[in-house]
């Protein structure tokens, strides 16, 4: 059951931005691009570090861009790409609320020990 904080309407687009970093592709993008935060990748960067297609990589990136994960911006020729880190951060306290204050699941200090 959703707190009474969390709308209907934000735990709809909660469960899209799941989906979205549900894909293994996905995933290894946004960690990529959480590794290089702030400044992000050009495209051609994370397509030589994924090895794969200009076309795969821009369904995978086009994902993750329509559900708010990443940023994505001209610089001349090139699309640079960054990590939507401010969309993290509400997802990971969206499940931080459930798991870690209400009801206790987990106790807080081992979700720190993991970021540390």
């Given amino acids: 059951m959703a707190s009474a904080k969390t ?3 934000d ?3 909660f ?3 799941f989906t979205a970093l549900g894909a293994e592709p996905r995933l290894r993008i946004m960690r990529l691009l959480l590794s290089a935060h702030p400044d992000g990748l050009v495209v051609g ?4 570090e994924m ?18 994960l ?17 969309a993290l951060q509400e997802l990971l306290s969206f499940l931080y609320a459930e798991c870690c ?4 699941a987990i106790e807080p200090e081992r979700i720190i020990q993991i970021c540390k």
Wanted: aromatic content about 2%; overall charge neutral; some cysteine.
């Fill in 51 to 68: 090895d794969t297609s200009a076309s795969t990589l821009s369904h995978h990136l086009d994902k993750l861009k329509n559900e708010d």
């Fill in 11 to 13: 735990i709809a687009r």
């Fill in 70 to 86: 990443v940023n994505v911006s001209r610089e001349g020729t090139f699309l640079r790409c960054r990590a939507n880190t401010d």
């Fill in 101 to 104: 204050t209400r009801n206790q």
């Fill in 45 to 48: 960067e994370i397509q030589a």
């Fill in 15 to 17: 469960a899209d931005m």
């Fill in 7 to 9: 709308s209907t309407k």
